[in-house]
């Protein structure tokens, strides 16, 4: 993984933790350090006194030799093997271990100053402590030297305790500094994750700027966000006023055009130039319908224009109406519009403008792609959603494959087998209408083999609120 | 009967005019807004149809002058603007009717005739015809290819509502609206039977009284 694809929370606590292990180590090798030196300091102190402690007792028994009482004395709290030899004037050795590691010999021994170093005896390390004391007594009369050595288990002992401990404690540190870390990253990197939620759930015509509170660091991604979707919206309010006007400006010379095969019809005298003005007078009316549905299309796109009226709606009412309207098409190809369901009573939030026109486009496709003597039934009810109510047109006509179910929903999309004087816009316009007011359509089988479109629309009230 | 007909597109004014003139109204032809204006000030027409998208004065704008001056002459206003908007405010400032273009020579007709029936107040005849079918609202007696039939009271109330909306649906709420009287039980149910009787003593290939499924019945005729 690249640095710039690794996550911003790795990141986050790579540079937390990394100089705080570093750290840590060097803290480490300092309590190591000072650990050696107080465990020299402290062992040295004792085998000091352990040093005086034998010249006083050679002292007391003139020479001769130190009490096995008084040693293990001096000798409690320490496991360390501890030696000694005492060197009377002379060099003359009075008493204890005569193979003690010897003064190394570029140091001098210097009255009453002791004089430490590092050796080894009897296969063990040790460290040796050498004194000279001035003794003036019947016996001894003259320098004495006392060497004591010590092997250096304690010393460990209180290093490796004291590094131990040490350790533990960065080592606690470190992790209280991890989850604090992560819960702080967490933390700091959620308007993120509101943030991703928020673009996330939005609509794709929703292209407001998104104004949720976030920290400084994130404001300007989301102000550079929000440019884009403001240059975004215009783009596409440009677009779809583009065609807008081109569908207005058409319709005029359409209108032109259309009232002019109509009259010619009327006028014509020998059949063969009026089949031939009926069929301009056809083609005219589908490009006039093609004109009217482009701009329904236009206008079910919120973007230009702004936000249409929102109102609550009766949707039944409104189906019941539209279906009433379509009743004299459907007769005159003989098919058998019916309603089923409320014709009453199913407020939605809507424009009823755009409402009414996903109706008709719906109905008009049944009637429009369903054989004479066709059934279509234009269906209100609830949906298993509460708070959703659904619309639905089924028909008993050929239906549509099920490979082509999604296909319908595409613009200029027509079945292969059909020409109905359909311009394929139809059920684009009844999906925009649909998801505009929050909810969807799609197509599916009807029992009796037709197709059933079923649109489901948020935010039912039972009554008029 | 004066009509006039203010329209930019020289080919959808000779299309209308010509399809007017066939039927014997007289129409004059213009097509800029600031002149029809001027000829408004002036002149007292029958019906005026009015493009909205005009050169020189808006369509509205000639709308809102006639109706300040205070003529009552029926506007039937022509408009490519599709938007609801247009038309409420066309209509708030005075229109009687619109028409979206394009539209059926046939539409324009009808709404012409409508309008001016309109205006010259109800019908004088009491009588409703639609086809074969004719019926007197006043005297209640109703005629098939000149033949008297012999309704019930209820299924004249039936025949009327019917009629009145022909070739519309008419609910069998707006149905028992008009057949049962208050004291009356209404039942919905009852209806079928009346719709049923009625379609019987009608008897004519010509007519029916369809059934729209789930809305209610319809009166047809060719």
New interface residues.
């Given amino acids: 993984m690249t640095w710039d694809g690794l996550s911003l929370r790795l990141r986050l606590l790579a540079w937390a933790l990394v100089p705080g292990i570093l750290l840590s180590a060097a803290m480490l090798y300092e309590a190591y350090v000072s650990a050696l030196d107080t465990a020299d300091t402290l062992h040295d102190r004792f085998i000091v006194g352990f040093a005086v402690g034998i010249s006083e007792q050679v002292v007391a028994t003139g020479g001769d030799l130190v009490k096995e009482e008084a040693l293990a004395a001096m000798m409690a709290g320490t496991q360390d093997e501890l030696f000694y030899k005492v060197i009377g004037p002379d060099n003359a050795f009075v008493t204890g271990y005569d193979d003690l590691p010897p003064i190394p010999e570029d140091r001098t021994l210097e009255g009453g100053i002791p004089l430490f170093y590092d050796s080894v005896y009897r296969n063990e390390p040790v460290r040796v402590v050498a004194i000279s004391f001035l003794i003036a007594e019947q016996d001894i009369d003259g320098w004495v030297t006392v060497q004591v050595s010590q092997t250096r288990h304690g010393r460990q002992q209180l290093i490796t305790e004291s590094v131990i401990s040490a350790a533990v404690r960065l080592v606690l540190v470190i992790g209280v500094a991890v989850v604090f870390a992560w819960i702080g990253i967490t933390q700091g990197l959620a308007p993120l994750r509101r943030l991703q939620e928020a673009i996330r759930r939005r609509s794709y015509h929703d292209l407001r700027p998104i104004t949720h509170p976030m920290p400084q660091e994130i404001r300007e991604v989301v102000a550079a966000i929000n440019q884009l979707l403001e240059r975004l919206k215009e783009s596409i309010a440009a677009n779809e006023e583009f065609i807008a006007n081109a569908s207005h400006q058409l319709r005029t010379p359409l209108a032109a055009l259309q009232a002019q095969a109509e009259l010619a019809v009327r006028e014509a005298e020998n059949a063969d130039s009026r089949d031939t003005l009926e069929k301009i007078l056809g083609a005219t009316r589908r490009s006039s319908r093609l004109a009217n549905q482009l701009l329904s299309l236009a206008r079910a796109q919120p973007v230009s224009g702004g936000q249409p009226r929102q109102e609550t709606v009766d949707a039944a009412r409104l189906a019941a109406d539209s279906t009433a309207e379509w009743v004299q098409k459907a007769l005159a190809k003989d098919i058998d519009l019916g309603f089923e369901g409320p014709t009453q009573g199913c407020w939605i939030p809507g424009n009823p403008t755009l409402l009414g026109e996903m109706l008709a486009n719906l109905i008009d496709n049944s009637i429009r792609y369903c054989p004479n003597q066709a059934r279509v039934t234009v269906r209100t009810g609830i949906a298993d959603n509460p708070g959703e109510m659904v619309l639905e047109v089924e028909d008993d006509g050929p239906g549509i494959p099920q490979d082509q179910r999604e296909a319908v929903f595409e613009r200029f999309v027509r079945l292969a087998e059909h020409d109905e004087g359909g311009c394929g816009l139809g059920l684009a316009i009844v999906r925009e209408i649909a998801r505009r007011h929050g909810g969807d359509v799609a197509v599916r089988a009807a029992p009796s083999g037709g197709a059933l479109v079923r649109v489901v629309l948020p935010g039912l009230v039972g009554d008029r609120p | 009967m004066r009509l006039l007909l203010v329209e930019d ?1 020289d ?2 004014a ?3 005019s ?2 007017l003139a066939s039927h014997d109204y007289a129409v004059d032809v213009l097509s800029e807004g600031d002149h029809a204006d001027e000829v408004l000030a002036t002149q007292t027409y029958d019906l005026v149809i009015l493009d909205l ?1 005009l050169p020189g004065m808006d369509g509205l704008e000639v709308l809102r002058n006639l109706r300040r001056r205070g003529s009552d002459s029926p506007v039937l206003i ?1 408009t ?5 908007d247009a038309r409420v405010t066309g209509l708030d400032l005075g229109a009687d009717d619109y028409l ?7 539409e324009l007709e009808a709404r012409v005739r409508a309008m001016l029936r309109r205006r010259g107040g109800e019908p004088k005849s009491t009588v409703i015809t639609h086809g074969v079918l004719s019926f007197d609202t006043k005297s209640r007696t109703c005629r098939v290819d000149d033949r008297d039939v012999d309704l019930t009271p209820r299924e004249r109330s039936l025949l009327e509502v019917l009629m009145r909306r022909f ?3 008419v ?1 069998k709420d707006q149905i028992a609206e008009s057949i049962f009287s208050f004291d009356d039980e209404a039942s919905l149910s009852s209806i079928e039977i009346y719709v049923h009787r009625l379609r019987k003593k009608l008897a004519h290939p010509r007519l029916a009284i ?1 059934t ?5 019945y ?1 009166l ?1 005729a060719q």
């Fill in positions: 597109n080919t959808l000779d299309a209308v010509r399809t998208n022509l490519a603007r599709s938007e609801v979206t273009k394009p539209f059926a020579l046939e070739g519309k649906v609910s369809r729209v499924r789930g809305l209610g319809l047809d």
